[in-house]
């Protein structure tokens, strides 16, 4: 791959730079924070050779070119932007403040969650498992020793993370807001101190002590906050709003004891006598009517949420469900949104699958087929974004597949010991119910699939018939030599160098030749694969067997004329024969448009080849162009 390319075509379809605020990379996608997106030809890059996909996510264009690439294409993009290199928290935080009060919040609540993830999925593992273990030894199905130091620590680690949850979000939670973490741990310890009564023991012992607050003005229950999320997130936030202020307003020698005693002792007060006890409400109420959604009759609610659920994800408001998951872990002691998501998930890569084994496009089958299977592991990214939204009837009957798998997991009750993993991993979570996991996830699957390649996907290819018609005037057969280009068209050849434009003379895309036309039809100049077709019809890319990537670009910035006077007989990853038609063109229309015609024929990977001869002079179509040594030839 010529990655210098590939950074210069997404670099001019994204606007240039006077409409690139930021740019960094993760470890599959270019992330870009745009001026105005309007500018961007999203389009145009996705059809980008090298581009798995294209979407727009918390205010930042992210474009995916895969582990491997995406590093060395950031590293020619901002040399060719000719920007300095940001993290990827300095583009999210460009991106954030662009961003509407409403995605700020969600972005929020992710920065909060999605670091303490990994230990939520560890307990919930472990508590999946132990639960397992332990209904099948209480039900004589296996005979261990239970008081062994393994099991017994085992049950001990197992719920650690969810029993001291409010620390890890606190500590979380500070660092989104900009406070000491430090502080924001004490705030977490605070709220499931052991003088308070234990929150899982209310509902069997009853409130043991009240706590007269505000002068006698009203009592307050002296019980915990395990298991709680909102009152955790809110307190935090009211301790670092007065921990800035407090550092802006308390002299620097005093600084250090004044600003974390108020912020701490201010903050705990308020948490015990006033967050705590209103949005604990809050919280019930919304984990309550949640539920309430998700257990109407015949499962309803939930189809309903299974097939929304996927939407939500591209809209990037998924991160609030972690709110869900956590409360009804606390709540009920499983969480019945995990299934209804892992639906939804594998609906999506059940499509896509059915997307791979139908297509016969090449590039479309190789996106396809890995994105399925990381789909089904729970990175549901490429599916979406790359291959399901780009056709977008797989993405709906995947979100058709969620729901009905969701409704089924509503029927039968299903729910997970934790969170944070979803399709085929996700069965760890459900190990109390691992039959009514594995048919949800069969019924989602079947359906997905089934609708999808019945109804959601066929190749496009508007033109591509044509190509595959018998064509009266196509140019005689040729056996091709070894890595030799022929003339796609009649007409007078010359050096790349003489090429009347600066990229294509400098050999920024490639070394070749230039030919001025006498025909308006260009045939393919060997035997090989369509790699590549830009969406104006004005070039394609074809590949040899033996390794050539050729680039035939018909005009100097015909990409102006937008595809007029353009047609395309051919399509990505379709084979084809030397002389077989490939574009037509109106020389007339391109003279009109004030450019020159000149034909670019460039072989972009030269580099891999040893010496080029180009012939030049006047030219018959299929007729030897040029040729280039092997890579070890002297």
């Known amino acids: 791959m010529d990655y210098k390319k590939v950074a210069q075509e997404i670099y001019d379809k994204v606007g240039r730079k006077e409409n690139i605020v930021s740019a960094a990379h993760c470890a599959t996608r270019l992330r870009l924070v745009l001026v105005d997106n309007a500018k961007c030809d999203a389009k145009a890059v996705e059809n980008i050779e090298g581009v798995k996909g294209v979407f727009s996510a918390s205010g930042q264009l992210q474009v995916i070119l895969g582990t491997g690439v995406v590093d060395k294409v950031y590293d020619e993009f901002i040399a060719i932007a000719g920007i300095s290199a940001a993290t990827k928290d300095e583009v999210k935080a460009a991106a954030a403040a662009r961003q509407n009060p409403f995605k700020r919040a969600i972005k929020t609540l992710g920065d909060i969650f999605v670091p303490i993830i990994p230990a939520i999925v560890a307990s919930g593992f472990l508590m999946g498992i132990m639960e397992a273990l332990n209904f099948m030894v209480n039900n004589n199905f296996l005979n261990i020793d239970t008081s062994g130091s393994i099991y017994v620590f085992a049950n001990l680690f197992s719920n650690t993370a969810y029993t001291f949850l409010p620390i890890l979000i606190a500590y979380s939670a500070a660092k989104a807001f900009g406070g000491n973490p430090y502080l924001g741990a004490v705030i977490g310890m605070m709220m499931i101190h052991p003088n308070l009564q234990n929150a899982w023991t209310v509902a069997t012992e009853g409130v043991h002590q009240t706590q007269s607050v505000w002068f006698g003005l009203y009592k307050v229950n002296m019980v915990g906050y395990q298991g709680h999320v909102i009152p955790v997130i809110i307190a935090v936030w009211v301790m670092c709003f007065l921990e800035k202020r407090l ?272 025909g308006e039809t260009i045939v393919a100049p060997f035997d090989g694969t369509i790699s590549s077709v830009t969406d104006t019809h004005h070039a394609v890319g074809i590949t040899s067997p033996d390794g050539m990537e050729l680039l035939i670009h018909v005009g100097v910035d015909t990409v102006a004329m937008k595809g007029d006077g353009f047609a395309c007989l051919v399509q990505e990853g379709q084979t084809v024969k030397a002389g077989d038609k490939l574009l037509t063109f109106d020389r007339q229309k391109i003279a009109a448009a004030g450019h020159p015609d000149m034909v670019a024929v460039l072989l972009t990977n030269a580099d891999d080849f040893g010496a080029m001869t180009v012939h030049s002079g006047p030219c018959q179509a299929l007729q030897p162009l040029m040729e280039v040594a092997p890579a070890d030839a002297q």
């Open 247 to 518: 550092h802006k307003i308390v002299p620097a020698m005093f600084d250090l004891f004044v600003t974390p005693l108020v912020s701490v002792f201010v903050t705990g007060y308020l948490t015990f006598s006033i967050i705590g006890p209103i949005f604990v409400t809050i919280e019930n109420g919304i984990i309550g009517g949640i539920q309430t959604l998700l257990t109407l009759p015949f499962g309803i609610g939930s189809f309903i949420m299974g097939g929304l659920y996927s939407t939500t994800v591209v809209a990037g408001i998924h991160h609030m469900y972690t709110v869900i998951d956590m409360g009804q872990l606390s709540m009920y002691g499983v969480t019945y949104w995990l299934p209804l998501a892992s639906a939804a998930n594998m609906g999506q890569g059940a499509a896509t699958l059915a997307v791979a084994l139908k297509s016969r496009n090449g590039k479309t089958k190789s996106l396809a087929l890995p994105s399925a299977f990381s789909c089904f592991m729970g990175i549901t990214e490429p599916a979406i974004f790359g291959v399901n939204l780009r056709f977008f009837k797989p993405f709906v009957c995947g979100a058709i597949g969620g729901a009905v798998g969701a409704m089924y997991a509503s029927l039968v009750h299903l729910g997970a010991s934790g969170t944070g993993v979803t399709g085929i991993f996700g069965l760890l979570l459900c190990l109390q119910h691992p039959l009514e996991y594995i048919i949800m996830a069969a019924i989602t699957i079947a359906v997905a699939f089934a609708l999808t390649w019945v109804f959601g996907y066929k190749d496009p290819a508007p033109e591509a018939a044509e190509a595959d018609k018998p064509q009266a005037d196509a140019q005689p057969a040729v056996t091709c030599a070894p890595r030799t280009v022929y003339a796609p068209v009649a007409g007078e050849a010359v050096p790349s160098e003489e090429i009347p434009d600066e990229t294509f003379a400098a050999g920024v895309l490639g070394r070749g030749a230039g030919i001025r036309p006498d």
